[in-house]
């Protein structure tokens, strides 16, 4: 990602590009770091798991199981965009990062941040036609008409980035370098320019509400139409076994918008005084539901458990009792 950068401030003794600073309060630090670097092996680890399985498994190559992989690839993106380049930042303090990898970081962490949101609510849309048009669902919903939805969809992602950061990227930062956040985001870092960035504080909010309350609102009134649908099926364990199908699909929409929701009210209310404490929960709130996903959807969904528990616990070798028995016989 090529970003050109207007870093000009009249001197040749100022270095190029910034420092991120984060956590200096923080009496256990290194705590979280061990915390953060924990959840990014588990979210590889689980991820990398439903990926293989849904790969190597042909009954799960249909529409649903297309979208929990691309779920699945969004998940190990976002965390592997953030908690890596933490570690060389705050446990062997080089702080210093240069523009280019600034601002690539930034559109990448933002890329798959937003594209989280759009994949749950991707989710919702299968859940939608399963549900309410569970005869014609082979025919809506094909495997080839899923992929390009999520085409499209990381299209859409990409060309609400990268407008916003590219101008970031080509404001003058002239004054302060020092970046009050363990990564590049897009706030901490634009309002160091020393330019007029009023244009880049309207936009990234309209942005941002576009991103998170575009697909929730869309999540919402899916499972709105299915409640409807749901409640006039005639027995009472078709019923059971509708609202159960979406329930794993509704907790990992709980697990991703109430850390977010509540990370913006409390810095919004100044709940939190501390900016490194309120750092380390917004960092936390971001990286946890993408190792909770898999876990959760492979707990939740039979056909995905069964096939995890399968390869996770049938034996690598054959027992020597029963090369011996087929010798013999």
């Known amino acids: 990602m090529n970003f050109s950068t207007n870093a000009s401030n009249g001197t040749d003794a100022f270095d190029e590009?910034?420092?991120?600073?984060?956590?200096?309060?923080?009496?256990?630090?290194?705590?979280?770091?061990?915390?953060?670097?924990?959840?990014?092996?588990?979210?590889?680890?689980?991820?990398?798991?439903v990926l293989v399985v849904c790969l190597i498994n042909s009954s799960l190559h249909n529409p649903k199981f297309l979208a929990v992989c691309n779920?699945?690839?969004?998940?190990?993106?976002?965390?592997?965009?953030?908690?890596?380049?933490?570690?060389?930042?705050?446990?062997?303090?080089?702080?210093?990062?240069?523009?280019?990898?600034?601002?690539?970081?930034?559109?990448?962490?933002?890329?798959?941040?937003?594209?989280?949101?759009?994949?749950?609510?991707?989710?919702?849309?299968?859940?939608?036609?399963?549900?309410?048009f569970p005869l014609r669902y082979p025919y809506i919903n094909t495997n080839l008409k899923m992929g390009l939805i999520i085409v499209g969809l990381w299209f859409l992602v990409f060309l609400l980035d990268i407008?916003?950061?590219?101008?970031?990227?080509?404001?003058?930062?002239?004054?302060?370098?020092?970046?009050?956040?363990?990564?590049?985001?897009?706030?901490?870092?634009?309002?160091?320019?020393?330019?007029?960035?009023?244009?880049?504080?309207?936009?990234?909010?309209?942005?941002?509400?576009?991103?998170?309350?575009?697909?929730?609102?869309?999540?919402?009134?899916?499972?709105?139409?299915?409640?409807?649908?749901?409640?006039?099926?005639?027995?009472?364990?078709?019923?059971?076994?509708?609202?159960?199908?979406?329930?794993?699909?509704?907790?990992?929409v709980l697990i991703y918008y109430v850390p977010v929701i509540l990370a913006y009210i409390l810095g919004n209310m100044r709940l939190v005084q501390s900016k490194d404490v309120y750092t380390a929960i917004l960092t936390v709130s971001v990286t946890l539901p993408p190792m909770l996903n898999p876990i959760i959807y492979s707990l939740k969904t039979e056909e995905l458990r069964d096939k995890v528990l399968k390869y996770l616990t049938q034996p690598k070798v054959t027992p020597l009792w029963q090369k011996q028995e087929v010798i013999k016989g």
């Open 17 to 49: 590009g910034f420092y991120l600073i984060a956590f200096n309060t923080l009496g256990n630090k290194n705590y979280l770091i061990l915390t953060l670097v924990l959840i990014y092996l588990i979210t590889v680890l689980c991820n990398l798991i």
């Open 163 to 252: 407008f916003p950061i590219t101008l970031a990227s080509n404001l003058p930062y002239c004054r302060s370098r020092v970046i009050q956040s363990c990564c590049c985001e897009h706030g901490p870092v634009f309002v160091l320019a020393c330019g007029d960035i009023s244009f880049n504080k309207r936009l990234a909010t309209a942005k941002t509400l576009v991103v998170l309350l575009g697909p929730l609102t869309f999540i919402i009134l899916s499972y709105a139409v299915v409640v409807f649908a749901v409640l006039r099926i005639a027995s009472a364990t078709q019923r059971g076994k509708a609202f159960h199908t979406c329930l794993t699909h509704l907790v990992l």
């Open 71 to 132: 779920l699945a690839v969004v998940d190990i993106s976002i965390n592997s965009v953030i908690i890596p380049q933490m570690v060389p930042v705050f446990v062997f303090n080089l702080s210093h990062i240069t523009f280019q990898t600034c601002f690539s970081q930034m559109f990448f962490m933002h890329f798959f941040g937003d594209m989280e949101s759009f994949s749950l609510a991707l989710l919702a849309y299968d859940r939608l036609i399963a549900i309410c």
